[in-house]
């Protein structure tokens, strides 16, 4: 990467505001700091009949080219590259449509009960009563607050989830001998996985246009629809954070020339218990168990989409379902047991650890607890629109969802400081920036959404970063050009390192480390 | 915002080159401002018959990836090499060294038929 580390104090640091404690300096790669010989362990040599089974061609010749270093070097590697770390754990972190909510600690507790962490996955179903449980409790409660018939908790993520959705839509059209249906319609203000799906899927996208308002346009909407038609993928809340005031209308529109209505979940977080898409007449939808119901982004290893469906496409659902027998026992469906199923989307029944949390989350809070969870979500982001108006411009200023989106497009005007400026002058202030430049439709776009789970001096710590910034855009513009000024990195040379690359590696395995046995 | 006269112009912010029987394609200032640095270009086959709003190119900016839509139908003849070393040109010369490929055209081309004149543009950017 083109980069500028600048270990000086900082020429514009931003004063009274606290920053994310980090390292002055980046660190080593663990290549760097490899010495020949240096270990932090022994391994000891296998008896001698344990090779003789391998084949001599699939034998080594040499040690892997892994770096040589000891214990304490190692360790310190890592927890001081931690410490580089921004996190929700150190900080507010208004990325939207990411919904970077608190992950509750108690969530990490259960997760790691051994019954569940060190359960093998192939153990018969007499022995993994517990878990098929609390999977087949999830998947309940998910068809409760979706409004669906069944979930499956296959999926490793929200975009395999969609991926997942789409192809019970086109078993469903197969099935029905309907197999002229190539077209999938996606809104300009859609997530970009949502197209991404229809490709996949091998599907044409067909892009709809937004009104004035940021939802759907009818008209336009209808102009598209017919024969080819095989769903329509909609982001409720829109990526505007805005509710489809016209909902029904759209998914009934979808249903009369014989598609199906997918509802892209990952904005679940602003209407938990005020609206359930099954209600609404959608026939599929996924959820990101990582946004709504807080198991973390990343790092916990792979996530968890869980698809929910309507009555039409039950048979398709992923096999093996969790089946619950009349003696209250749970088993797994056997292979073939439903031949309509569109098969396995993933090993085993999915992400169990991830839905372990997701489980702790729903018992945390209840119903009426999720119902808050959205209310809290939804005031927080209303909150910070209000105090954010005239400071930037608000292009679809009413009343938002979880998330809105401001532009800078003004200070770009009158001060020649675009969103990137602004977003990388939040690092000195010791916020994490929203997301930038999306949705595309709206020029310079910050997207902000809070999250129900910080308080209200976090958001006007917020806020008051945001005024200082517009402000010093109009006297000290340079101070925005060149952010941050306090982070480990200075401003990345993004373009130059996208154009020009400057990439490395080493082999695998090489002559220059000797064979220590 | 710079926008050339004698040039045509897409809604999708394309400009048209018209000589003879073939034309010129690139975009817009606006376009390459609104993308911001274009990391990446990746340009059609010489040779491939263009239909009218059909993605033939793909930009690729530091903010988004787009497609390019070919702003008529016809053939392409030539396409701006330049461009794979040195994709910033689309950012310092969009209509200049940055144009992005030649294409014989199908049929003359002329405003309407999606295809709009300088001032056209320049109201509907609101330059």
């Known amino acids: 990467m083109n980069e500028q580390v600048d270990g000086s104090s900082p020429p514009f640091g931003a004063a009274d505001t606290v920053c994310p404690a980090v390292g002055a300096a980046l660190q080593p790669t663990l290549d760097e700091l490899s010495r020949p010989g240096r270990r932090a362990s022994r391994i000891p040599h296998p008896p001698a009949d344990a090779l003789a089974g391998i084949p001599a061609d699939q034998l080594r010749a040499l040690p892997p080219a892994l770096p040589e270093v000891d214990e304490p070097e190692t360790v310190r590697h890592f927890v001081n590259l931690s410490h580089l770390n921004y ?8 990325l939207g449509s990411c919904t970077m909510k608190w992950n509750p600690k108690i969530n990490e507790w259960a997760a790691r009960l051994p019954g569940f962490a060190d359960l093998h996955p192939l153990v018969p179903d007499a022995l993994a009563q ?12 998910l068809c409760e607050i979706s409004g669906m018939r069944a979930v499956t908790l296959q999926p490793a993520a929200g975009a395999q989830g969609e991926l997942t959705g789409i192809l019970m839509v086109r078993a469903y059209h197969r099935s029905r001998g309907d197999t002229e249906r190539s077209e999938i319609i996606v809104p300009d203000s859609s997530h970009g996985t949502n197209p991404a ?16 308002r940021g939802g759907v346009d009818l008209d336009a909407l209808r102009a598209v629809l017919g024969p080819r038609t095989a769903a329509l993928m909609l982001t409720n809340p829109s990526t505007l954070g805005l509710f489809e005031e016209r909902v029904c209308e759209i998914v009934d529109a979808v249903h009369e020339a014989g598609g199906l209505a997918y509802m892209d979940g990952a904005n679940m977080n602003a209407i938990l218990g005020k609206f359930r898409p099954g209600d609404a007449g959608f026939d599929v939808m996924h959820v990101n168990v990582h946004k709504t119901f807080s198991t973390p982004h990343g790092g916990g290893g792979p996530g968890a989409g869980p698809v929910a469906v309507g009555e039409k496409l039950l048979p398709f659902l992923p096999s093996p379902r969790v089946l619950r027998g009349d003696d209250g026992t749970f088993r797994l469906e056997r292979p073939g047991e439903r031949p309509a199923s569109i ?10 650890g991830v839905l372990v949390r997701a489980y702790a989350y729903l018992l945390a809070h209840g119903g009426s607890g999720l119902e808050e969870v959205s209310e809290d979500a939804v005031l927080a982001a209303n909150y910070l629109r209000h105090r954010l108006r005239g400071t930037y411009e608000i292009p679809y200023d009413r009343v938002c969802k979880h998330e809105f989106v401001a532009s800078a497009a003004n200070l770009k005007r009158e001060a020649g400081v675009r969103t990137l400026d602004v977003a990388k002058r939040l690092i000195d202030h010791g916020h994490h920036p929203p997301t930038i430049y999306f949705p595309l439709i709206v020029e310079e776009a910050l997207l902000i959404e809070p999250t129900e789970t910080e308080s209200l001096e ?12 517009a402000a010093e855009a109009h006297v000290n513009p340079e101070a925005l050009h060149s952010a941050p000024h306090t982070a480990p990195v200075r401003r990345l040379d993004e373009a130059t390192a996208a154009r020009q690359p400057d990439l490395h590696w080493r082999p695998m395995t090489g002559a220059q480390m000797p064979c220590l046995d | 915002m710079d926008v050339r006269d004698g040039l045509l112009y897409t809604d999708e912010h394309e400009w048209l080159r018209v000589e003879g029987d073939t034309a010129t394609v690139g975009i817009t200032a606006y376009a390459a401002d609104q993308l911001g640095d274009v990391v990446f270009v990746e340009l059609p086959a010489l040779g491939r018959s263009l239909r009218r709003a059909e993605a033939f190119g793909v930009v690729e900016s530091v903010k988004a990836v787009s497609d390019l839509f070919a702003p008529v139908d016809g053939e392409v003849v030539e396409v701006n090499q330049a461009l794979v070393g040195k994709p910033e040109l689309l950012n310092s010369d969009p209509y200049g060294e940055g144009w992005i490929a030649r294409v014989r055209l199908a049929e003359p081309a002329s405003d309407g038929e999606g295809l709009k004149d300088a001032d056209a543009y320049r109201r509907m950017i609101g330059a």
């Open chain 1, 87 to 94: 996190a929700v754990d150190t900080g507010f972190y208004p």
């Open chain 1, 130 to 141: 517990g878990t098929l449980e609390l999977l087949w409790d999830l998947e309940r409660w």
């Open chain 1, 197 to 212: 799906t229809a490709s996949m899927a091998g599907y044409r996208t067909i892009t709809v246009r937004s009104d004035a």
């Open chain 1, 343 to 352: 098969g396995r989307v993933r090993s085993y029944v999915g992400s169990t």
């Open chain 1, 458 to 469: 976090t958001l006007d710590d917020f806020a008051g970063a945001m005024e200082a910034i």
